[in-house]
């Protein structure tokens, strides 16, 4: 079964731009929780844009609540800051980005043959927190030999450009290249998730990759239910994944 793990970032970035406590973040991820997602991600970024570092420790609480095997992700770029929020929240999964503060969002993956013995000792000491370790990374074989190099658990396949294929009519070929790389992480001993502008459209499509074991899905759920409601849009994308199984 492919896990979904529903991003809140937009929950909060909705609530920051008016201020106050609405929409509550931890409400919408426990909604989400009851429709069928399988977990949590968030990003918190330095400067607060969405996620705020006293959500992460609300979302424990909702976490607590949840049924046994629901999961939470922490997504961000490996700081002293990230860290020690890791050490604190004891996630059971911290997944690394390579973005610097600024960035919009997160667009590339990691250069795991650069930085490898510096993501080897981040990644010793996530294993310490008992948090499972996933790196972001592209399709590149190298850079997928050099993140297993790394004592990484998992990798997070970047999905913006099979995204931006799909939207071309590009998606088979685009597809081909992805699961190439999935065959191949499989192959040196990585799980393997994906993540970023997945959608209902090309989800029928990726939901097929070798080994997927989770997306984790924010922006377009979010806008998606602008129009079908939040709950049965948790439950669309639940269902497009199950119907894989």
């Excluded at 999961?71 to 999964?93: K, M, S, T, V």
């Excluded at 795991?112 to 990374?137: N, Q």
């Excluded at 393997?192 to 090309?202: E, K, Q, R, T, V």
């Excluded at 979010?222 to 269902?239: F, H, K, N, P, S």
Aim: proline letters at 5%; glycine letters at 8%.
């Amino acid at each position: 079964m492919i896990a979904l793990s529903v991003n809140v970032n937009k929950i909060a970035t909705l609530r920051n731009a008016r201020g106050g406590h609405r929409p509550a973040v931890p409400a919408f991820a426990r909604a989400a929780l009851e429709a069928g997602a399988d977990g949590i991600t968030v990003h918190p970024r330095p400067d607060e844009r969405h996620i705020r570092t006293h959500d992460v420790f609300d979302l424990l609480e909702v976490l607590e609540d949840a049924p046994e095997g629901t999961e939470y992700n922490i997504e961000g770029y490996p700081d002293a800051r990230y860290l020690g929020l890791i050490g604190d929240a004891r996630p059971h999964q911290a997944t690394l980005v390579p973005d610097p503060p600024e960035v919009l969002t997160s667009n590339a993956g990691w250069d795991a043959i650069t930085h490898r013995d510096r993501l080897r000792d981040l990644i010793a000491a996530l294993h310490e927190y008992g948090a499972r370790v996933s790196l972001f990374m592209e399709t590149d074989l190298a850079q997928i030999d050099a993140a297993a190099e790394t004592g990484t658990d998992r990798i997070e396949l970047y999905t913006g450009p099979y995204a931006g294929a799909f939207l071309a009519g590009r998606g088979e070929a685009s597809f081909a290249e992805y699961a190439r790389a999935a065959r191949h992480a499989q192959s040196v001993g990585l799980g393997l998730n994906a993540g970023h502008d997945l959608d209902l459209d090309n989800l029928p499509l990726f939901r097929a990759l070798p080994g997927l074991q989770e997306v984790s899905i924010g922006h377009a759920l979010t806008c998606d239910a602008l129009e079908r409601g939040w709950q049965r849009t948790v439950r669309a994308y639940r269902d497009a994944l199950r119907e894989a199984d």
